[in-house]
C-alpha cells in the first residue's frame, strides 16, 4: 500500500476514535474539537511515511500535542477577553449551581480533576481509550516500564484523592 492508501486507511478506522479522545478532554465544546480533530490529520497527512502499522496510540500522541497547543490558545484568548472586560460577570450572567446539581459519580471526576494533568492523561488514556501499557508508552513518548510506573503512580495518587474526599464528604461518597 502507499502512504497515501495507509494513511486513508488510518484516517477511516480512526477519526472517530481520535475525536472522542480530544473531545472527552475538551469537555465536548464541538466547535474546538472539529479543530482540533482537523490539525491531528493535518499533522498525521504530512508525516504519512511515518505513520506506524498500528496509528491509534501515535494518532493519540499527536493529538495530545495538537490540544496542548489549542489550549495555549484559548488560554491566550481567555486572558485577552478578561483584560477587555467582555467576561461573563461583566454581562451578569453567572450561574450559580446548588448541592443538589451534583451528577451521579461527580466526586470521582472532583477526585481526578485534583490531580496532575500527567496523572489525569495517563489514567484517561489507560480507562476512557482503552490502551494497553505500551500503547500509552507511544501515546505517551516513553518506554513501556515508564509508562507503568506512571499508570501505577497515578492509581495510587487517585485513590489517595478518592480517600480524601470520602473523609471530606461523609460516608455518603
Known sequence: MSNDEIFAAAYREHYWAVSRYVARRLDGRTSEVEEVVAEVFTVAWRRRADLPSAPLPWLYGVARNCLANAVRGF????????????????????????PEAEAPGAWVHEALARLSPADQEVLRLT????????????????????????????????????????VLGGAGR
Open 127 to 166: 480507562a476512557w481509550e482503552e490502551l494497553g501499557v505500551e500503547e500509552v508508552a507511544v501515546v505517551l513518548g516513553c518506554g513501556g516500564r515508564a509508562a507503568a510506573m506512571r499508570l501505577h503512580r497515578a492509581r495510587r495518587r487517585l485513590r489517595a484523592e478518592i480517600d480524601r474526599l470520602a
Open 75 to 98: 488560554g491566550r484568548r481567555r486572558r485577552l477577553v478578561d483584560r477587555l472586560g467582555n467576561d461573563e460577570s461583566a454581562h451578569g450572567r453567572q450561574v450559580a449551581v446548588g
